[in-house]
């Protein structure tokens, strides 16, 4: 049971990005999946959730109208298009699932590295 | 706007026990915040210790125990190993499939 990330990378002010976070050893379709990410060295900040088919999806203030949350179930994998991105976006981006049934993360990623810079 | 408070860093001596606290900035943590504690090293991803209050994650061994003292949220270390020394972040559910993290708690085993 794993899920792990791909897209971070080094990218200039108002740039974009898409993660990906893949699933394996369980059905993505179950559960409620969460971006979180962690500024270096700073704490968690929880970032943006969607629904389990994906019609419904919340995000933090600080990237609401600029990261878009999705998934696709056929394919177990998770996605976060981010638009617009500010030096401050730059941190370590983590997928996390969410049983039902749970108000917390069980499985976590490995995360991925996202630099905003120029 | 929720703000979640931790000790910013606490210690504790080898084979003692160790209670950090995750409160509110205005108002009191109870069981409808589901409160969960997440362990996490440097350059490691967290990893899930206790969820809805006091639950154990699969694997968390029962040294590790959750519950609520007075208003806040606590997560009680018994038996504190040298591998302990971690960060240790509390999450509150706050609705809408929304958490909020506190800033975490160093622990340091001394």
């Known amino acids: 049971v794993q899920l792990v990330e791909s897209g971070g990378g080094l990218v200039q002010p108002g740039g974009s990005l898409r993660l990906s976070c893949a699933a394996s050893g369980f059905t993505l379709s179950s559960y409620w999946m969460h971006w979180v990410r962690q500024a270096p060295g700073k704490g968690l900040e929880w970032v943006s959730r969607v629904s389990l088919d994906g019609r419904d999806a919340t995000y933090a203030d600080s990237v609401k109208g600029r990261f878009t949350i999705s998934r696709d179930n056929a394919k177990n994998t998770l996605y976060l298009q981010m638009n617009s991105l500010r030096a401050e976006d730059t941190a370590v981006y983590y997928c996390?699932?969410?049983?039902?049934?749970?108000?917390?993360?069980?499985?976590w990623g490995q995360g991925t590295m996202v630099t905003v810079s120029s | 706007q929720t703000v979640v408070t931790q000790e910013p860093s606490f210690s504790v001596s080898p084979g003692g026990t160790v209670t950090l606290t995750c409160g509110l900035s205005s108002g009191s943590v109870s069981t409808t915040y589901y409160p969960s504690w997440y362990r996490q090293t440097p350059g490691q991803a967290p990893r899930t210790l206790i969820y809805n209050t006091n639950t154990r994650s699969s694997g968390v061994p029962d040294r590790f125990s959750g519950s609520i003292l007075g208003n806040r949220a606590a997560l009680t270390i018994t038996g504190a190993q040298a591998d302990d020394e971690s960060d240790y972040y509390c999450?509150?559910?706050?609705?809408?499939?929304?958490?909020?993290f506190g800033g975490g708690t160093k622990l340091t085993v001394l």
């Open positions: 996390a699932s969410r049983p039902p049934g749970w108000y917390a993360f069980d499985v």
């Open positions: 999450a509150l559910y706050v609705g809408g499939g929304i958490s909020v």
